[in-house]
């Protein structure tokens, strides 16, 4: 069965007629558009706290909507109940499930960046496929620096073939410095590299050049899942087999790609379809508040 994939653009306005009878403020200038703190009903307290400490709009409303959406894949693919959902943070800070217990060990994955929020997620409680995600905006760098001065300092987390590679891209006279098909590739890299380390749940200070990817064919919006990776210090935790990878742009300023390894031989054997090729699905406000409830109470 394929994963889960799901795609949320943050700036969707969220409108009256999405939440109620749960709203609890409006904006003044618009009665019938809703601030996203309202959602704050639909997370536990220990989660709208943390949501909370963040001093930029953009941050806050990308990490709540991707709480939300991993509140609705459980729902969704899993048959919870949303309220009664548990979750907490593993060492390296990324969001685990306690309760129900029985679906703990199911892998699910969030990334955002930019406009986009992210999820990939495990529908079947029983295999162990392990997934990572990483979305990027093409937008974030230093206005008018240059592609060499940029990825100069980036050596030491890509191969010289994927260094190469990024250099070798064709010139677009026309394109902003921004958006440069030199940027683009290294972006792409860049969120092939996050995806695998995010899939084996390993720390910052893995060794980004113990492995690399070799690009069959250029990024569109239809996703594509022929890219290669060479594993050159392999481990128990991290073998060259059993990984397959979905990529695609998901507008002209984004890009993402999803790692999926393959724990068992019937699971590498079915891998065309858990990346069948068919394009994220895209969430709008309805779609992903349509099973939320608020949680109890908490002091």
């Known amino acids: 069965m394929p994963i889960a994939r799901w795609a949320f653009n943050i700036r969707q306005t969220l409108l009256l007629e999405h939440i109620q009878p749960l709203v609890t403020s409006l904006t003044d200038n618009n009665p019938n558009i809703v601030p996203v703190t309202n959602l704050l009903s639909f997370l536990p307290k220990i989660e709208c706290d943390r949501l909370l400490q963040f001093r930029a709009e953009d941050d806050m409303r990308r ?62 409680p029983e295999s162990s496929i392990r997934l990572g995600v990483d979305v990027m905006d093409f937008q974030e760098q230093v206005p008018g620096e240059s592609f060499e001065s940029f990825s100069s300092c980036f050596h030491e987390q890509f191969t010289p073939t994927e260094l190469d590679y990024m250099k070798a891209a064709p010139h677009d006279p026309d394109a902003p410095k921004s958006t440069n098909n030199q940027l683009k590739r290294f972006y792409r890299m860049w969120c092939l590299k996050e995806s695998v380390v995010k899939a084996l749940g390993v720390g910052i200070d893995f060794n980004l050049q113990s492995f690399e990817f070799i690009a069959q064919e250029e990024e569109t919006a239809k996703p594509i899942t022929s890219t290669v990776m060479r594993v050159y210090e392999p481990s128990d935790n991290f073998k060259e087999e059993g990984w397959v990878f979905e990529e695609a742009l998901l507008d002209d300023d984004h890009c993402y790609a999803i790692a999926a390894h393959l724990g068992t031989e019937e699971e590498v054997e079915n891998g065309e379809s858990i990346m069948d090729g068919s394009e994220i699905q895209r969430l709008d406000w309805q779609e992903l508040l349509q099973d939320a409830k608020p949680y109890p109470f908490q002091h």
């Open 63 to 124: 990490a709540l909507i991707g709480r939300l959406m991993i509140h609705a894949f459980f729902v969704a693919h899993h048959g919870c109940s949303w309220e009664k959902l548990e979750f907490s943070r593993s060492e390296a800070n990324k969001p685990i499930l306690l309760k129900p217990e029985h679906l703990k060990d199911v892998s699910f994955n969030i990334s955002h960046h930019g406009d986009w929020v992210i999820l990939a997620g495990d529908t079947s």
